[in-house]
């Protein structure tokens, strides 16, 4: 699920769709090359990664049995550079809605749930690391 380098979305979508399953939703996360004004070049990401690969599976587990699904999860550690993808959340159900709907809990999920830091990198000036959100359990979330 933590993956150093960019993630290739492709890898993500091989898996075949179960046959009980005719909607497919997809988030991809990927390197913006501005934020509040500046310029950005890239981003490294830092995690905790005992604890964010716990956390992943957890989001993924409570995310099936909460929608009915199947979710997988991965996130990029490491360097990336501008449009290189960070985050993917690939979501298989029986229907759209459940889909949609699992697609965005597993992203807002993650993001109160996975101890993962952005150092975002700019083109002038020191880089730093962007303020998160306190971390929650993912039933919480």
């Given at each position: 699920?933590?993956?150093?380098?960019?993630?290739?979305?492709?890898?993500?979508l091989a898996q075949p769709?179960?046959?009980?399953?005719?909607?497919?939703?997809?988030?991809?996360?990927?390197?913006?090359?501005?934020?509040?004004?500046?310029?950005?070049?890239?981003?490294?990401?830092?995690?905790?990664?005992?604890?964010?690969?716990?956390?992943?599976?957890?989001?993924?587990?409570?995310?099936?049995?909460?929608?009915?699904?199947?979710?997988?999860?991965?996130?990029?550690?490491?360097?990336?550079?501008?449009?290189?993808?960070?985050?993917?959340?690939?979501?298989?159900?029986?229907?759209?809605?459940?889909a949609f709907e699992a697609?965005?809990?597993?992203?807002?999920?993650?993001?109160q749930t996975v101890p993962?830091?952005?150092?975002?990198?700019?083109?002038?000036?020191?880089?730093?690391?962007?303020?998160?959100?306190?971390?929650?359990?993912?039933?919480?979330?």
């Amino acid at each position: 699920r933590l993956r150093e380098g960019a993630l290739n979305l492709a890898e993500w979508l091989a898996q075949p769709m179960p046959g009980h399953c005719g909607g497919l939703a997809v988030f991809a996360g990927t390197v913006r090359d501005i934020h509040e004004g500046r310029v950005v070049t890239g981003i490294k990401y830092h995690a905790h990664a005992a604890l964010a690969e716990r956390r992943l599976a957890e989001a993924e587990a409570e995310g099936a049995k909460r929608f009915g699904v199947q979710i997988d999860v991965g996130h990029a550690v490491g360097e990336l550079k501008v449009g290189e993808a960070s985050v993917v959340i690939v979501v298989r159900a029986g229907h759209r809605a459940e889909a949609f709907e699992a697609c965005r809990w597993a992203i807002d999920t993650l993001k109160q749930t996975v101890p993962i830091w952005k150092e975002e990198r700019y083109a002038e000036g020191p880089a730093r690391f962007l303020e998160g959100t306190p971390i929650k359990t993912v039933k919480e979330s």
